[in-house]
Each structure stands twice: as C-alpha cells, then as structure tokens.
C-alpha cells in the first residue's frame, strides 16, 4: 500500500508533538516536512525527527512531496498555512481555532474551486464531538441554554472553537429560535443567537465543557473532559485516513464519524 505523506504545521507545539508520535504509529503514514516559525533549526536531528524529514521556519520556502497538511499552529497563521496547503495541492487537516468565520468561509470556498478536500474541526475529542450531537438533540426540547467551557491557561481563543460549534448546534436544532446576533466572539462572555456562551482559563485545565439545560422544574447538564492531549488523537487518525477522499472542506469531525 502507497505511503501518505504528512506535513506538520505547529510540529513544537505539546499538540504538534502528539501528531508526530501519533503518525509514527500509523502504518502506511508517515512525516516528509515539519514547519513552524518559532523553530530554532532546520536540522531534523535536534528535533528527534528522521533524517528524511525537511524542517521549515518559512511559509514562502516550503517544498515538500506531502499529500496531507495538519495544522496545529495559532489562529493569526491558520488562515494563511491552509490557503498555502490547498494552493499547493494538500488536504488540509486543521486543528486550530480561534479562525475569524469570513476566513473559514473563504477556506471553503478555495477548496471547492480545487475541487480538494479537507476538514476543519473544532475539537478532535471523540467525547466533546459527542458532546456537541446530544446537545443538538436536548435542544429541541430544552431551548434555554448556556454553554461553558474550561481550558489551559495558554489557550489564546475565548472562547473556544468547540464552545462557539456547540452553541450553533444549540441555535440550528432548538424549536424556539431567537433573533439574537452574534456579540463579541473574542470576550471571555458571549452570546450566539441567544445562546451564552463563557470561557475559563485556569492552570491544570486541559479541556473541558459542559451544556446547562433548564426549565420549568427541571434541569439538564452535559459535560465532557478530556484530561490529556493524546485523548485528541483518536479524532485526528480519523482525519488523517479520511481527508484524501474527501472533495471539499468538512467542518466538524461529526462529518467523518
């Protein structure tokens, strides 16, 4: 079987780290480039990569033979790493957050004039993808919600991609719809048609978030956890091995389970 060559956008970052191992797991997978900006040496070797592995500090002089982009990186260099994938003929596996909703729209629209696959996701936790389905079902019957969710102290979104998914999902399925817009997306409150939303950012979180339903003498809460990083990388092998036969952008890993 044909080896699928991987590119890993982030690769020093903790998430980046996990992606390596996770690929060196994967039979029929494997690293050809790295890149990141912060990266102190193009050599492979200082960072215990292969000796066939290229290591780039630079978008413009990137030159790989890698089939799939997995970008863990940061929101202010996502949008511009993922036009440079799909312009380059990669499936974009993404993984950041925090992408202003106009540039993830103008990532769908490219891909689908390249007819070239890829998926976006909020959260690669099987758990909080779950958590997101049996919201959108609670909400058809308890359309009053609030959203919240706990993260590390470094995480630079707030709130977080997975919070914002969530409360679309709520807004989409819930029978009573408010005609509330979207209200400052960057605070550590906000609102997505009607649904608040609020963000935590304490040390010795990982990631975390729960949905609070109520009515008249009752109430209903869902919550997931996930404790360490590498709880992530069941989502991503799902991503790794579907993004190629994919044809356009997919928002959500839902869309691949």
Do not use: C
């Not at 049996?134 to 058809?140: D, E, K, L, P, V």
């Amino acid at each position: 079987m044909k080896t699928t060559k991987v590119l890993v956008a982030g690769f020093t970052g903790a998430m980046g780290e996990k992606v390596l191992n996770l690929i060196d797991r994967m039979p029929n997978f494997e690293v050809s480039a790295v890149y990141s900006p912060t990266a102190t040496s193009e050599n492979p070797a200082d960072y215990s990569l292969a000796g066939s592995v290229r290591v780039f500090t630079r978008l413009t002089e990137i030159q790989t033979d890698a089939t799939i982009w997995i970008d863990f990186t940061v929101p202010g260099a996502v949008t511009e790493n993922v036009s440079f994938a799909l312009n380059h003929g990669m499936y974009p596996v993404v993984g950041t957050t925090g992408m202003p909703e106009a540039a993830r729209q103008q990532l769908i629209t490219r891909a689908a004039q390249l007819h070239r696959g890829g998926i976006i996701a909020p959260n690669f936790g099987l758990s909080a993808v779950l958590l997101m389905k049996f919201a959108a079902i609670a909400a058809q019957y308890f359309p009053d919600a609030e959203v919240v969710e706990m993260h590390h102290a470094d995480k630079r979104d707030a709130p977080s991609g997975t919070a914002i998914a969530t409360a679309r999902a709520i807004a989409a399925a819930r029978k009573q719809h408010l005609n509330v817009q979207a209200e400052n997306l960057a605070a550590r409150g906000a609102s997505y048609d009607g649904v608040p939303v609020h963000a935590v950012r304490l040390p010795g979180y990982v990631a975390h978030e729960q949905v609070l339903f109520g009515a008249p003498g009752e109430a209903l809460t869902i919550r997931q956890d996930s404790f360490d990083r590498e709880s992530f990388m069941a989502g991503v092998r799902i991503a790794l091995q579907k993004v190629t036969a994919l044809d356009h952008m997919v928002v959500g890993l839902e869309n691949l389970l």
